[in-house]
């Protein structure tokens, strides 16, 4: 199947947040990103999983120059939610496969792209899918060995970053 990828980028410089236990109700995923907004924080990447018992997990990325300042506020920020605590992995990246609109509308895409990653035996940490994008979150330290699989497989350049300075 020939994918509809029009080009790759790849960030290296971002941090996996995981707020662990936030209560799960309307509007905690709001004052969660209205704080972060407060600070100066933007999340590159946001995936939020089924609750249990009235509480979830959210997992979000920020760029490393944000790092310490979501540490100073960490402590508030999981009061405001009452989370039952913050975990980081910063040696984390983040692609992005963009192609056209009919992305989304073509089925498959999805399987595709986490199957050349499985092959190259590398683990898909997070994801999420838009009209024209798919976004895939992996260990940092495997990020050459996905250059090499995708640009084989895929035939596109990736190019390093998001167009923006830290």
Do not use: H
Request: aromatic share 10%; proline share 3%.
């Amino acid at each position: 199947m020939a994918l509809p990828i029009e080009e790759v980028w790849v960030n290296r410089k971002v941090v996996k947040v995981t707020l662990k236990g936030a209560r799960n109700k309307p509007g905690i995923a709001a004052d969660i990103f209205e704080m972060l907004a407060s600070w100066g924080i933007n999340a590159e990447l946001i995936v939020a999983g089924a609750g249990d018992r009235g509480r979830a997990d959210i997992a979000f990325l920020v760029l490393e120059s944000d790092y310490f300042k979501l540490k100073e506020q960490e402590e508030a920020l999981c009061e405001n939610v009452d989370a039952k605590g913050i975990k980081y992995e910063p040696k984390v990246a983040l692609f992005v496969f963009y192609g056209d609109r009919t992305l989304s509308r073509r089925p498959g895409i999805a399987a595709k792209i986490f199957d050349i990653f499985a092959q190259a035996g590398i683990n898909i940490e997070m994801v999420s899918a838009s009209v024209d994008s798919i976004s895939i979150v992996i260990p940092e330290d495997r990020v050459d060995d996905a250059y090499m699989v995708l640009q084989d497989t895929l035939g596109v350049d990736i190019t390093e970053g998001f167009g923006y300075e830290d």
